[in-house]
């Protein structure tokens, strides 16, 4: 399987309630990052969390690193309708490059 | 806020043809990638560039891929001949160096090859 699976695949839930997407990856990392893209649009920046660090939060989203386990998750909190959005994390290689390997994403879809 | 820039935002082409993709990335970065995704599919990367040249490529970038940066401002991604398999969304993006600095992407340019 590749670096940076995430699941579920897709996620629909109720405005309000908190979105859990989980990412597996496979190789050592630098860092692993989070980006958000609306339907056919371009992939923004959420959150990026360091392989020294276990947890970390902005605003609605806390991110939390297991590389023991080399699995990260993104909470999404108090979830609005204009949260859905394909979420994909992306860790970067470690190597010199710093070039990002990227899952599959999860669609989630947060209904008014 | 400084952000990346790419154009055109949609480009339709034949197949065969030459597309250059452009891309203004943000102005003191340093390092520069392109990355494309298929409708459907994940992201994928195809080169980095730092320091005026080519640091890595991937086994998509091939030898109908070329990349520069002609002027200190603008990165250029040139697919010599396009074929249908091209079709994809091509994103830019830049970063500082340094080994936890986010990477920030363009708005994606989306090539249609007929």
């Known amino acids: 399987s590749q670096q940076g699976e995430e699941d579920p695949q897709a996620l629909s839930i109720q405005e309000g309630e908190n979105a859990t997407m989980n990412c597996s990856y496979k190789t050592s990392i630098n860092n692993l990052q989070w980006y958000r893209q609306n339907s056919g649009r371009g992939l923004v920046h959420l959150i990026l969390i360091r392989s020294n660090e276990r947890e970390k939060h902005s605003g609605r989203l806390r991110v939390t690193l297991d590389t023991s386990k080399k699995s990260s998750s993104l909470l999404i909190t108090a979830s609005r309708a204009a949260d859905t959005a394909s979420y994909f994390c992306?860790?970067?290689?470690?190597?010199?490059?710093?070039?990002?390997?990227w899952g599959l994403g999860t669609s989630l879809a947060v209904n008014p | 806020e400084p952000e990346v820039t790419q154009t055109p935002s949609h480009q339709v082409t034949q197949m065969g043809q030459e597309v250059i993709l452009r891309c203004v990335p943000i102005?003191?970065?340093?390092?520069f990638y392109w990355y494309r995704q298929i409708l459907g599919q994940k992201v994928e990367f195809l080169v980095s560039?730092?320091?005026?040249?080519?640091?890595?490529k991937s086994e998509i970038f091939d030898d109908q891929f070329s990349v520069e940066r002609p002027d200190g401002s603008n990165f250029t991604l040139k697919i010599r001949s396009t074929k249908l398999e091209d079709s994809a969304m091509y994103f830019c993006?830049?970063?500082?160096?340094?080994?936890?600095?986010?990477?920030?992407f363009g708005p994606g340019t989306r090539l249609t090859v007929t």
């Open positions: 102005s003191n970065h340093l390092y």
């Open positions: 993006a830049s970063t500082l160096s340094g080994r936890h600095n986010e990477q920030y």
């Open positions: 992306a860790t970067d290689d470690s190597g010199n490059n710093r070039k990002l390997i």
């Open positions: 560039f730092y320091n005026n040249e080519i640091s890595e």
